[in-house]
């Protein structure tokens, strides 16, 4: 495909430096629908970032558009503060069946501000306020967002520095196979908590994605998580999964949690919860932690009306059976068969991949190599971004409504635009 410089010059002149997705992928889109995209010279891209896990039922999707359409049509609220609507109303119900009820969840629902980060803040507040106390214990190369008290529990050095101001009242621990499985798990976490001398301040609560989508891919084991769990128990912390990236069904079940059939006493959910790119988060948790006092982490923006519209045609279409996770867990091995084809071909790049459900990473020993890899992927017409602390890992996260051909199409030129970057 050959693609004519676009013009940009709008938003090199006027808007920020700070602009990063389109520095790679140097076009103007126009339209979407479904694992595509096209641009305003009529180029095709398949789309396998999925507006970084917020599209895991494609672009415009019809059934969430139809819902979208009426609700706007007949004036529906759209800005909604935190008053009870209709939609808001419909939302919940949703929710309480498709989701909490059959998986025995008994969670309270909480709106904080659209954005993932202010759910992750929420949560925070909250643990902090219940065990009052103020520490709080993360992991290496978690991501949680970009605010300060979620920049504070966030490994990448490049994102903390921006805080400019001490991050503090965060304790990062290893990760699941941070130290190549060669010390016992959480060895060093316990041991600190067991020695008066050791300096770190009991936490109120550990923070933990399942999968860390942008620090590199990396998939806990299940009996890690199980471990985990435990010692929060034990120790009297509670646990949060920030299933912001990996939860609505991006490894399989709606929560990325439940492989391994753990309960976490605070959940955080955003991107693909309204289904349509529209700005949602939640921050659920356990009724008797619901010790909010009201208005007390409020925010103009909680009532996105028509995300609540979308949010339960998704969950009323796509979770009402086990279909969808049985189709992820079934599109996921269609990408490891891929990936492992790829990775044999390129031993000698030392390339590896890892991944769950329709979340894969391709590491190669030379750091560089990512970014030239997605660079000529979307040469070729495919999105694909970098994760890792040194962008070292391409990242495959397309709708999970792609289908078998869409992935196979994907998956073949990735196999090329490594193969022309070798
Ligand atoms: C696990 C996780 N938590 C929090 C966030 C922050 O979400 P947002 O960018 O909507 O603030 C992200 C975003 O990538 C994420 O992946």
């Excluded at 955080?268 to 009201?294: A, H, N, V």
């Amino acid at each position: 495909m050959t693609i004519t410089p676009p013009a940009l010059s709008v938003f090199e002149t006027l808007e920020s430096e700070v602009r990063s997705y389109c520095r790679g992928w140097p076009a103007v889109f126009d339209r979407a629908q479904g694992s595509r995209l096209t641009d305003e010279d009529g180029h095709d891209y398949l789309d396998f970032f999925a507006g970084a896990g917020s599209l895991n039922y494609g672009h415009n999707n019809p059934v969430l558009k139809r819902a979208l359409i009426d609700y706007v049509e007949r004036d529906g609220i759209t800005h909604g503060l935190d008053m009870a609507t209709t939609a808001k109303r419909a939302f919940l119900e949703s929710f309480q069946h498709h989701v909490l009820r059959p998986r025995d969840l008994p969670y309270k629902v909480m709106f904080p501000g659209p954005t993932g980060t202010n759910a992750v803040e929420a949560a925070l507040k909250l643990a902090r306020k219940v065990k009052g106390r103020e520490s709080i214990v993360s992991f290496t190369n978690a991501f949680h967002g970009m605010s300060l008290g979620s920049l504070a529990v966030t490994g990448n050095a490049f994102k903390r520095a921006g805080a400019g101001i001490p991050l503090v009242h965060g304790t990062p621990m290893p990760f699941d196979n941070y130290l190549d499985g060669r010390v016992p798990d959480f060895l060093w976490f316990e041991r600190l908590l067991e020695d008066q001398g050791s300096g770190l301040n009991q936490p109120a609560a550990v923070i933990v994605e399942t999968v860390q989508g942008e620090g590199g891919i990396n998939v806990a084991r299940a009996e890690w998580l199980r471990a985990l769990a435990d010692l929060c128990r034990r120790r009297d912390m509670l646990l949060i999964v920030d299933d912001i990236q990996m939860g609505c069904g991006r490894t399989g079940a709606f929560f990325s949690f439940e492989e391994a059939g753990i309960v976490p006493d605070i959940v955080t959910l955003s991107k693909s919860i309204s289904g349509y790119g529209l700005p949602m988060s939640l921050c659920l948790f356990r009724p008797e932690l619901d010790i909010w006092g009201p208005g007390e982490h409020n925010g103009t923006f909680r009532g996105n009306n028509p995300a609540f519209v979308t949010a339960a045609a998704a969950l009323d279409a796509y979770w009402a059976d086990g279909q969808m996770e049985k189709q992820t867990l079934a599109r996921g091995e269609q990408v490891e068969q891929a990936l492992l084809a790829i990775c044999d071909e390129h031993a000698g790049l030392g390339a590896r991949y890892r991944g769950r459900g329709l979340v894969w990473g391709v590491e190669f020993a030379d750091t560089s190599r990512a970014a030239a890899v997605c660079a000529r992927a979307f040469e070729l017409g495919l999105l694909v971004e970098t994760s890792g602390p040194q962008s070292e890992v391409v990242k495959l996260l397309p709708p999970l409504t792609v289908t078998p051909e869409e992935l196979d199409e994907g998956l073949r030129t990735l196999a090329r635009a490594i193969r022309e970057t070798a």
